[in-house]
């Protein structure tokens, strides 16, 4: 637990860079000298500087995640065909969970042609872009949310928890390999995640030819948990090959320039 928490501890100031100690108790739910403590060990790591009332990110000269705006822009041929492509796999009068990202935000731009839909969305943004295309059923996870306005934290749990069987998942990642699986960059999003892919019969991911390049700091799980990949021409052949030997069926799509 302490590990897990010091962990998250860590993200939040990736994404805030300055963390209050009364905040980060409340959130946690432990006492404030059990993130004193904390903080005290991860300090001596390296990773920030205490100062009055909370710490600060120590800067290591890494290159900060993209936000959710560079990443839409990135890539968005590559996306749009990959999201295209998936929705030969979603029928009308199914219930579907949608993870965040951008490839997900362009998958729910084509969800106006299915019809008696229940979608249970994960972020803000593809909420907003699924109820514009209207004729279904919305429902939005709540919780903390993040700089990207996606769900987080313990309220979002309890929503999942309390779903029946779910027909799909459709899901990204922040990294993808053969070797490690999916992995993200967010503890209590990667455990929202892996709560939707024990519900649904079948889960989906969108991922593009950039997501083999990276890692995120949390493993989701193994491309053998995975029903389908759905990715673009330019993903490596032995990563493709790799991936399809561990049971997954692998989609390559293309566009036309």
Not at 56 to 85: H, M, V
Not at 166 to 179: I, K, M, Q, R, W
């Amino acid at each position: 637990m302490k590990s897990s928490r010091q962990k998250e501890i860590i993200r939040l100031l990736e994404q805030e860079k300055v963390v209050s100690t009364m905040n980060l108790a409340e959130q946690f739910e432990v006492s404030v000298e059990t993130i004193r403590r904390d903080l005290d060990q991860l300090e001596k790591q390296g990773f920030l500087n205490k100062i009055y009332g909370g710490a600060e990110l120590r800067s290591n000269g890494a290159e900060p995640w993209p936000s959710l705006a560079i990443r839409t822009d990135s890539f968005q041929e590559d996306k749009s065909s990959i999201a295209l492509a998936a929705m030969q796999y979603v029928p009308d009068h199914c219930t579907i969970a949608l993870d965040a990202g951008s490839t997900v935000g362009e998958f729910c731009r084509h969800l106006s042609s299915r019809k008696n839909m229940t979608i249970i969305c994960s972020d803000i943004h593809n909420a907003a872009l699924v109820l514009a295309s209207g004729g279904n059923r919305v429902y939005m996870m709540g919780g903390f949310l993040t700089t990207d306005g996606t769900s987080s934290g313990t309220y979002a749990k309890e929503f999942c928890s309390s779903l029946g069987e779910l027909d799909l998942f459709v899901c990204s990642t922040d990294g993808a390999s053969p070797e490690d699986g999916l992995t993200t960059n967010e503890m209590g999003i990667n455990e929202l995640k892996r709560r939707y892919m024990k519900k649904a019969k079948t889960t989906i991911l969108l991922a593009d030819h950039s997501k083999f390049k990276q890692k995120g700091f949390y493993k989701m799980c193994d491309f053998s948990e995975v029903d389908i990949l759905i990715t673009d021409s330019m993903t490596p052949a032995d990563t493709v090959e790799a991936i399809r030997n561990s049971g997954c069926q692998v989609v390559i799509t293309t566009h036309s320039l």
